[in-house]
């Protein structure tokens, strides 16, 4: 089932990335799904979309079948798996922000002032992406895309400041084994 998972992460992580670059444009430094590759130390601004958390933070941050998530954490109370297969499923990710204004010479309060506004920028873009899509293959719907936490770490001193956030998401999403996109969808 995890290779069916990944499929429709990729579709969310896609929409994702399409929503955060559309809304903050270049001036943003990268954004990208994955690992930064690129040097922490010459890059101001970073935002990467992890599937898992990079930090290891939250190991418990994965992925999960409705039937083992809490009630408190369901949208709906129904059961996980019907008639025909279907599953419904919690799936979960990171984004990743990285501001180091090690070069910069900002005041600190100067840097969390824009460290602050785009992680509030993030989370904004998280929640408002459309609640409700098919994944590509047409046997996923997605509902409810929403940022659940958001972790944050400091570092370095005068003048040389970094900040790291994590801004955890999570989606209700349900499959169904027999639906394809060569049937029509109605939910796009």
Not at 28 to 39: D, N, Q, R
Not at 155 to 162: C, F, L, M, P
């Amino acid at each position: 089932m995890a290779e069916i998972v990944n499929s429709v992460k990729v579709d969310i992580s896609d929409r994702m990335l399409k929503a955060l670059q559309d809304a903050l444009g270049n001036d943003t430094g990268i954004i990208k799904k994955g690992p930064l590759h690129a040097s922490p130390v010459k890059t101001v601004q970073a935002i990467t979309l992890r599937d898992m958390d990079p930090s290891s933070l939250s190991s418990g941050w994965i992925d999960r079948r409705y039937a083992t998530v809490p009630t408190d954490k369901r949208r709906f109370k129904m059961a996980d798996d019907e008639i025909g297969g279907n599953q419904a499923w919690l799936l979960r990710g990171v984004a990743h922000l990285q501001f180091n204004f090690a070069r910069s010479k900002k005041a600190r309060e100067e840097a969390l002032v824009e460290a602050e506004y785009y992680k509030a920028q993030t989370q904004d873009i998280i929640n408002v992406m459309p609640d409700v899509f098919s994944s590509t293959d047409g046997r996923w719907s997605v509902m409810d895309i929403v940022v659940d936490h958001v972790d944050v770490k400091e570092q370095g001193g005068d003048k040389s400041w970094i900040w790291t956030y994590f801004v955890f998401w999570e989606a209700s999403a349900y499959y169904n084994p027999y639906r394809s996109k060569y049937y029509g969808s109605d939910l796009d």
